[in-house]
């Protein structure tokens, strides 16, 4: 028999040894070349895949239809969870340039490449970049949002030199925290991005000139997923959406309709001229063209996020589901790639969790 004490102890050696689990960070490998020489000529198409843990990056030069592993930052099933230094929280690509982005809780790892095979980080030499909580890429500015405390971080026309823009003054005493973040076509060009407590921050086309204001009727933290298009943004919570129609500024909420299962995380997407907000594992999702006419999608539509090419092939990619769909009509979805099962392990390999995707023309590889 364990006395209460003993067993209280027990009890407090597990906690602590599931904390020091989960917060084990490892080390940025010391082989990847820092950044500063990337020359993009966007000459070939590729879709390219991120996972959730890991920073493992698949990338197919073939329209989706196979897949090469092209860069892991840890095999580690321990760090990258929520926090670590491989927690990859956005991929985003904009002028032939692809990047990654982990770190939540420690320094932010930035990589980068204009080929989708070679990786640098995006920065010219060592530096301490911010903590990234998501990221988006738009007229040939990356950016990176994380909180009240490390802002948001832009980089410059080469993406070896980086910026952080500060909160203070904007928020004037208000708090934030956890901001999502997404680039529009809104009169030439909007970074966007939403914190909690409905805090909303919109800059120039450039990433720079911020500005400031709120969405009423919100809970104080919930959003999840940002998307523009149809001259809209739109904000994903668990019960509802909010959109906007002038550039972020003003904001209304409306009910898409998905109800059962909880989202797919940061499963909300813009591709086909619609909206896509999905379910967790593909139980069902609903569409709408401007955010506030919502209807379902095809019962084989699957859940997570989706990304189009300019041909209109669709690749899709959900976090827990360790594989890669492909449709070219939208209605039919071939599994194209699953990661390999280690029966041994007798565990998941979480950093094959694919979870990020982007379209983007990068440089061939000779």
């Not at 204001?213 to 994903?236: H, K, M, T, W």
Request: aromatic fraction near 10%.
């Amino acid at each position: 028999m364990i006395r209460h004490s003993s067993a209280a102890a027990l009890v407090l050696s597990l906690c602590a040894f599931q904390v020091q689990a989960q917060s084990k960070h490892v080390e940025v490998r010391p082989d990847i070349p820092f950044g500063g020489k990337l020359n993009p000529r966007q000459e070939e198409p590729v879709f390219a895949v991120c996972s959730k843990q890991g920073m493992r990056i698949l990338v197919s030069r073939d329209d989706g239809k196979t897949w090469e592993q092209t860069f892991l930052g840890t095999d580690s099933k321990e760090d990258g969870g929520w926090h670590g230094t491989f927690a990859v929280y956005g991929m985003a690509a904009t002028d032939g340039v692809i990047g990654a982005f982990s770190g939540w809780g420690t320094p932010g790892v930035y990589i980068g490449s204009d080929d989708g095979v070679h990786w640098t980080h995006l920065n010219a030499q060592p530096a301490q970049l911010g903590s990234t909580w998501s990221a988006a890429g738009g007229n040939g500015v990356l950016l990176t949002s994380a909180d009240m405390w490390r802002g948001m971080t832009s980089s410059s026309g080469t993406f070896a030199d980086w910026q952080q823009h500060s909160l203070k003054d904007l928020l004037a005493g208000g708090k934030t925290h956890h901001m999502i973040c997404c680039f529009g076509d809104y009169e030439g060009g909007r970074f966007l991005i939403v914190g909690d407590g409905g805090h909303v921050f919109y800059s120039d086309k450039t990433g720079q000139n911020w500005q400031h204001s709120l969405i009423p009727n919100v809970e104080d933290r919930g959003q999840e997923e940002l998307a523009y298009g149809n001259g809209v943004f739109v904000c994903s919570y668990k019960d509802y959406i909010v959109r906007s129609e002038d550039g972020g500024k003003t904001w209304t909420q409306h009910d898409p309709g998905l109800k059962g299962w909880g989202h797919s995380w940061r499963g909300l997407s813009f591709v086909r001229g619609e909206f896509w907000l999905t379910a967790q594992k593909g139980s069902h999702g609903r569409k709408s063209r401007d955010g506030i006419n919502w209807k379902d999608l095809p019962k084989s539509t699957p859940g997570g996020r989706f990304v189009e090419s300019d041909g209109g092939t669709l690749i899709n990619v959900e976090r827990r589901r360790y594989d890669i769909k492909r449709s070219q009509d939208g209605m039919n979805w071939e599994t194209v790639f699953a990661a390999p099962v280690d029966v041994a392990a007798k565990e998941e390999d979480v950093t094959w969790d694919t979870t990020f995707a982007v379209f983007q023309k990068v440089n061939k590889v000779k």
